[in-house]
């Protein structure tokens, strides 16, 4: 069986769209992996590319992908909102199937030894790939950011993890790391009182006392002028998707409100779907079929979770 | 403002009821605070006392009620189902109103100190007393109980916080803590499914990834023939009763189950039941008048959260 990981790089280019093409070549038309989005955002000045297939091809063309980032950016004339520390900032390792999270804190030990031997770039390990407590969390590594990182760098707790203590003049420095697979989930709410989806955000969050695997907090949609519960669930087995739905649901209705509808972002294992999908079935007292197909989970999700801009391609079993 | 707590002693005597009444008789009649219950329990052999009221009155009537029972128990001749390590086995104290957990840390200290100064019983200070990581939790302590504790005391881990490393002949040892109140709260169901119970257990449960102050599991009522999620709400305000009746209420849909009854063991303070009582005077869109007495909030309390059992007597500002 193939490893299949899913890995998520962001680099520091958000505006130039021939530059973004450039930058992204390495990850098209691979047979082994597909490269399912990039989404440039012109105020971070900052791409999110999204790769999912077999590991090691991902990791040949990740080093393509550096040698092409090093020539287009100069990190001494980059400015935009999202904090980075280099022309790659951060590119996490998330495993997928037939492959643990210790093997992808494996690739990224390997990637970033060979990215620091390779290119002179000096590597933070980070996330579960940490091998310093506080490496762990990404802002700590990026405080003082791309400019900041030249004189961090030769204070000993802040020595590279590959690489010396020296940043790359152009490039700056970059974060490799593994974590678990995380599910990106928001409920759009029929208000644009943040006051309220905040309280809501503190009933499901495991900060304020709520479900163990859920990060959530109140967003304000310009385009679509409502707020929504935006949210990571960090366990989808622990915290399925139709409890989340079903709290916020019964929380909302305290002001009068119905939950407007709700989005993927990103990916989604069928599984975390088809849980959900049972529950409701059950509720309905109507037949499940576990085995059915990905057009129907398809339907299903968008009737059952109010799901909206769903498609079958935001369902990981469509790539692999 | 006369400083309120309550306190549960536990004595190990559940069976004659002449002698459970000299036991209490020292907490009986006192203006300064109340016996709320004394809960005999047969197969047990123990007897759980609840009091409630100022402080200082309550640890004087404690030394005397210590005294009784070394005359009325010898626990070289007392057998119970519940693990016990003397004649009176544990006081916990519990802030009310206008008291911190930590001044009941300290009336913990001054009433171990004297137990053990004046009736030469060692003592052990547990949960938020401890003063050990290994005497934070009953069951620890208890270990190898009355008749084990003679010589575990005599271990160099196991020499009591105060008193000296022998126990008492006739009354063995006692355990004196802190902790914070609790909602002591189970809801019913119709089924003897335990195992399908079990599942809404852990749909709630801090342990299995649920809500953060919530310890719950699957219990069968016998006399009753159905099971309940029984629960301690650890943090009554974080995690308000009526969100937990909700979560269970939709996740006992999926078996076409209706939530039967609901009912709180002890105490319950009014804003625990005010929190709910507004969420669905919220939902149902109709005043809600957070200056209720304490008539309407019961009413209103077995209305809608289906509590049965219940009465102004639980609610403890109806003692204070």
Redesign the interface.
């Known amino acids: 069986m193939p490893k299949i990981i899913e890995c998520v790089p962001n680099f520091s280019e958000g505006r130039d769209k021939e530059k973004i093409e450039r930058i992204v070549a390495p990850f098209k038309n691979n047979s082994a992996f597909k490269m399912i989005s990039y989404e440039p955002d012109a105020d971070y000045n900052r791409t999110v590319v999204t790769l999912i297939g077999e590991a090691q091809s991902i990791i040949s063309a990740l080093y393509q992908f550096i040698q092409v980032a090093i020539n287009e950016i100069d990190m001494n004339h980059q400015k935009g909102e999202h904090p980075r520390i280099g022309a790659v900032d951060v590119i996490p390792f998330i495993p997928i199937q037939d492959v643990t999270l210790d093997e992808c804190v494996e690739y990224a030990n390997i990637v970033g030894e060979n990215i620091a031997k390779s290119f002179a770039i000096p590597v933070f390990l980070y996330a579960k790939a940490a091998k310093k407590p506080d490496r762990v969390s990404l802002p700590t590594i990026r405080k003082g950011e791309f400019e900041g990182m030249i004189d961090k760098i030769k204070e000993p707790e802040w020595y590279p993890d590959f690489g010396v203590a020296k940043t790359h003049p152009t490039f700056g420095s970059v974060a490799v790391g593994a974590r678990d697979f995380l599910v990106a989930y928001n409920i759009d709410l029929p208000t644009d009182n943040e006051k309220q989806t905040t309280q809501i955000a503190k ?1 499901i969050r ?1 900060s ?6 859920i990060q959530a907090g109140p967003a304000y949609l310009e385009a679509q002028k409502h707020m929504q519960v935006t949210m990571n669930i960090l ?1 989808y087995v ?2 399925p998707i139709y ?1 989340i739905f ?2 916020v649901r ?2 909302a ?4 409100w119905d939950v407007k509808s709700a989005e993927i972002v990103g990916l989604v294992p069928k599984m975390a779907l088809l849980d959900s999908i049972k ?1 409701y079935r ?2 309905e ?1 109507l037949p499940f079929d576990k085995a059915m197909d990905l057009d129907k989970i398809t339907a299903f999700a968008i009737h059952y979770l109010k799901l909206r801009d769903f498609s079958k391609e935001k369902i990981i079993e469509a790539w692999i």
Do not use: I, P, T
């Open positions: 009933a495991q304020s006392g709520g479900f163990q695997y366990d622990k915290n409890r079903e709290v019964f929380e209705r305290r002001y009068q529950y059950q509720v007292d």
